[in-house]
């Protein structure tokens, strides 16, 4: 239907029982025993520029931007309040914000698709990962690929073989961050879609199917059911670069 909608075509689909013959004018011929004209409704799910946020500086036809948060500032002080809820207390050197346009409008549309799908909008975490600086320019253009980050995250692919994310900064901060040659250390604050999860074991290459009649496949697994530490994905899309805080 999509691609007749594009090249202005009428198109028929035929079922067991019933006949779809969609035209032009956004109305459908439904024949099962008789015809019937229903009008068809067509949602567009392209994210314009509008969807961006509107704390973002402008991006001058730039795709990825780098933008330092000045200390003190009500955004920088709300990236630091969620790492020292957790206990966290760091030699902080700069935030910055991370403005992909391609990313961001990617997540979007993945996160209102999840809402859709799982019928309820609990779906997002802030989670924290740990890298070198060899993987700051791939990260902030092309987000958090599993083909490199799972090289940053090797050991732990005991619970499947995604990008994985931690619920505690300083475990990310600990484990994963590693220093460059002046000691100073990288971490993102990264926004995730977890969306139903389930427990991740070694091997997996993608989340397992729910049980029950449905088709459906979780959409991330954790270490644990109980008490999660860490949160591992398998598509790109569903977690976006939001801060990058580096220090010491």
Not at 51 to 56: A, M
Request: charged share 20%; proline share 4%; aromatic share 10%.
């Amino acid at each position: 239907l999509e691609e007749a909608c594009r090249i202005k075509q009428s198109v028929m689909r035929k079922t067991k029982r019933t006949t779809f013959n969609a035209n032009q004018g956004l109305t459908m011929d439904v024949s099962c025993n008789g015809w019937k004209q229903m009008g068809l409704m067509r949602k567009d799910l392209i994210i314009n520029d509008a969807s961006l946020p509107q704390h973002w500086e402008d991006m001058k036809d730039s795709i990825v931007k780098q933008v330092p948060l000045t200390a003190g500032s009500q955004e920088y002080n709300d990236v630091v309040a969620e790492l020292t809820k957790n206990g966290l207390y760091l030699n902080i050197r700069k935030i910055e914000r991370i403005q992909n346009t391609t990313l961001w409008q990617s997540y979007l549309l993945q996160k209102k698709q999840m809402e859709v799908k799982n019928k309820h909008t609990n779906n997002e975490k802030l989670l924290y990962y740990g890298t070198g600086a060899d993987s700051i320019d791939l990260i902030n253009s092309k987000g958090f690929n599993r083909s490199y980050t799972r090289q940053n995250h090797g050991k732990s692919a005991m619970y499947g073989n995604g990008s994985y994310f931690t619920v505690d900064p300083a475990y990310s901060a600990r484990s994963f961050a590693q220093p460059d040659t002046q000691g100073h250390k990288r971490m993102y604050q990264a926004r995730v879609l977890v969306g139903d999860y389930t427990q991740g074991r070694s091997g997996m290459i993608a989340p397992p199917a729910k049980t029950g009649p449905s088709a459906d496949l979780y959409d991330s697994v954790t270490d644990s059911l109980i008490h999660p530490s860490m949160f591992i994905i398998f598509y790109d899309t569903q977690a976006y670069p939001e801060y990058l805080i580096t220090f010491r």
